[in-house]
């Protein structure tokens, strides 16, 4: 976390490695993008094999890789912010602010109303599955608007991501659900804490959003009546 380096030495530590941080985002750019703008990676790469939407060979467009880009990017542009860089800062705001409307534009289901893989590049279709990767653009904080709120609302049901044990990976309704069963890793619905942890991140991100805008309807609201 970039933001947990309050000393000088730390300091000195994150600007040092910032160009590295930035040729690293680059290598992303050449060897992941898609002609869109998306990024594609595979399921393996991700930690997350044997997962309903994707295929340890595939080039899909996913929520895992498409979030953690628009986060380094976001990185990178605070980062170049503390060196007073503003055409980095630019740069790098304008590479997040077009991959999170892509995000949103492109990998929206709006039949699931849900984040989904996207098989392919745009004009590709779906996965037509809710899988705990969704809810990662949320743990970056983007900002999404109150049209997707509505994809919370399957963390508490028992079709969706709900089980006694905690919440799954893919949602228990779909007819591939735990399906694969290859060995003892996989990613078709059973529970892992590192996808757990993605998801109670955003969730936690998502409810302190609600929270800041609640206070700031609040205050307005006073302020108003003060008048």
């Given at each position: 976390d970039l933001h947990s380096f309050p000393t000088r030495r730390s300091s000195d530590l994150r600007f040092s490695l910032k160009p590295r941080l930035e040729e690293e985002f680059e290598?992303?750019?050449?060897?992941n993008r898609l002609p869109s703008g998306l990024y594609w990676q595979g399921d393996v790469q991700?930690?997350?094999?044997e997962s309903i939407s994707g295929g340890r060979k595939k080039q899909?467009?996913?929520p895992t890789i498409n979030s953690y880009m628009y986060g380094n990017a976001e990185a990178l542009a605070w980062m170049n912010a503390l060196t007073y860089a503003v055409d980095s800062v630019r740069l790098y705001k304008k590479k997040a602010n077009e991959l999170r409307h892509l995000i949103c534009e492109h990998l929206w289901n709006p039949d699931h109303q849900f984040f989904e893989t996207r098989r392919g590049d745009i004009?590709?279709?779906?996965a037509q599955v809710r899988e705990a990767i969704g809810y990662l653009p949320w743990y970056f904080n983007?900002?999404?608007?109150?049209?997707?709120?509505?994809?919370?609302?399957?963390?508490l049901d028992e079709q969706g991501f709900s089980?006694?044990?905690?919440?799954t990976t893919a949602e228990r309704r779909h007819p591939e659900f735990r399906s694969h069963g290859v060995g003892k890793c996989?990613?078709?619905?059973a529970i892992w804490s590192f996808a757990t942890s993605q998801t109670l991140?955003?969730?936690a991100n998502y409810l302190n959003e609600l929270r800041m805008k609640n206070e700031e309807f609040a205050t307005a609201q006073v302020s108003n009546e003060n008048r």
């Open positions: 290598r992303w750019e050449r060897t991700d930690g997350m094999e899909y467009a996913r004009g590709d279709t779906l983007m900002w999404t608007g109150p049209k997707y709120d509505v994809a919370w609302k399957q963390l089980a006694p044990y905690g919440l996989e990613w078709d619905g991140t955003a969730l």
